[in-house]
């Protein structure tokens, strides 16, 4: 069973620091591009960092030059680190892999379940 489950979030005063991270369980045959998504309250989800499998990333006007997205593919692994937080990064973050498992060998898009994080002034 492939499975996406986040960690990390919290609350944090404006201007400091999180980490998340993206745990991919379940020994896929293949993790390709991953990405970071937020959904703040009452807002639409958006995009907020991606990665490929060669390593080129892309981010969010509103996160870039102060959000890093990184990966360990031998722990199969995403992470976010968040610097000068604003309170309107408050949202919760979800992972996103496209993955192949081994049964079927057909590339699939999963979702994490999502984690919280909390930005206060």
């Known amino acids: 069973q492939v499975q996406l489950v986040e960690s990390g979030g919290g609350l944090v005063q404006a201007g400091g620091s999180l980490r998340l991270s993206c745990v991919v369980s379940?020994?896929?045959?293949?993790?390709?591009?991953m990405g970071w998504y937020r959904q703040a309250s009452g807002k639409e989800r958006e995009l907020v960092a991606v990665i490929s499998n060669s390593g080129a990333t892309a981010y969010g006007n509103s996160v870039k030059g102060r959000f890093a997205i990184s990966r360990d593919n031998v722990k199969n692994t995403l992470y976010l680190q968040m610097n000068s937080l604003k309170p309107e990064d408050t949202a919760v973050y979800f992972c996103?892999?496209?993955?192949?498992?081994?049964?079927?060998?057909?590339?699939?898009?999963?979702w994490g379940q999502g984690t919280q994080v909390t930005v206060s002034s």
């Open positions: 996103n892999a496209q993955i192949v498992p081994h049964i079927p060998l057909k590339i699939s898009e999963y």
């Open positions: 379940g020994s896929p045959f293949a993790v390709n591009n």
